[in-house]
Every structure is written in C-alpha cells, then in structure tokens.
C-alpha cells in the first residue's frame, strides 16, 4: 500500500514527465532565469494555492505565505522576501490575498488561549480593534469575520507601504503597485478591495525622507 507522502513523490514524477513531453525546455529555463512580475503574499491555508487560483505557472510569482496574509514590521522572514522581490526580482506588483472564511482571522475575534499563536494573532486583533464599531454592528458572524478579513487585507497594504523597501522604489522606480485581494473559498472568484499606486499618500509620520 502507497503512503501518502509518497504518493506525492509518485505525482511529481508523473508531472515532471508531463511537463518535458508538453515543453522539452521547461526545467531548462526555470533554472536558469527567475522574473516574475509579482510578490503575492498570502495565507498559508492549504485551499489557497497562488499559482492555482490565477492560473499562473512556475516563475511567474514570487509566493510568501503565513497565519492571515500579515505585513509584520517585526517579521524578518517577511521583510526579506519583501526586499529580495523589490529590489533584486523587480517585480512591478505586490498582492496581498486573504481569503473568506479565514481561520486565523476568525479566532482573532475571539478571546480564546491559543498558545504562541496569540502573539501572532494579536496584530490581527489590533486590526479589529481600528475598525470594531462599524464591525459590531453587522448581525451575522459569517459576515462579521469576513468584513474584518477585508479590513485586515487592505491594513497589510498600508502596512507594506510604510515601509522603507517600497517607499524607496517608488520614490526611484515608481513601482511596485500594491493590491489588496479576498479570495472566496465558495466560489473561486478573488474580489480586489484596495489598491495603492506608486507615491500614493500616507501619513507623513510614516514617511522616510532619506531614501
């Protein structure tokens, strides 16, 4: 009987075969050229998958993902994915994709003990925090949970704008352009909710004039 870590192994060996019978220079170019357009930042939700969902293919975006789709100032692994796509990929957008009905997010609302998750969690609840009254008033839970999930996408785009990696590119290159995505789990369809051009404007208390 086939475990299913090596059915895995099994599934890749078929794809890679499928993909030289299809493209005999497939694995040619990927490894010798990375230039993907695109940083997507997304939630590490296994029925999320960046490449599926827009029908990209291998090379043609640089994927980080984590609990909720954050834009931590303090998360190193963040922040040099961030620089290594800004400044050496070039990539000429960043996407930051949540998705409804995310977990995460869900027990942010709550006050339940999760552990060292908490610490991860309590940016998320900062988040509600901002945006609870109008939050409070919606009846639903469902619709609650995904309303905080918008406000908390669009949250990381003002976050990735307040740092010196973009601000320094779009002062210089007038790129990358910033896009806030929810991803439905319901019916397959991304619903863009904000977006944020090069130069857009934020709060000067967040502005670097050094750059």
Known sequence: MISTYEKLLLENKAWAIEQVQIDPEFFSRLS????PEF?????????????????TQPGEIFVHRNIAN???????NLLSVLEYAVEILKVKHIIVCGHYGCGGVKAAM????LGIINKWLRNI????????EEIDKIDNEEMRTNKLIEF????????????????KAWKHDQRPHLHGWVY????????PVCEMEPGS????????DNL
């Open 152 to 167: 908390n996408v669009a949250e990381q785009i003002m976050n990735l704008a307040k740092t010196s990696i973009v601000q």
């Open 110 to 113: 709550g006050n339940h003990s």
């Open 39 to 55: 940083l997507w930042i997304g939630c590490s939700d296994s029925r999320v998958p960046a490449d599926k969902i827009t029908g």
């Open 201 to 208: 404007h934020i709060d000067p208390l967040y502005e670097y």
């Open 70 to 76: 954050m834009v931590v100032h303090t998360d190193i």
């Open 184 to 191: 439905g789990l319901n019916d397959g369809i991304i619903k």
């Open 125 to 132: 609840k900062d988040v509600y925090r901002i945006h609870r």
């Open 32 to 35: 010798h050229v990375q230039t």
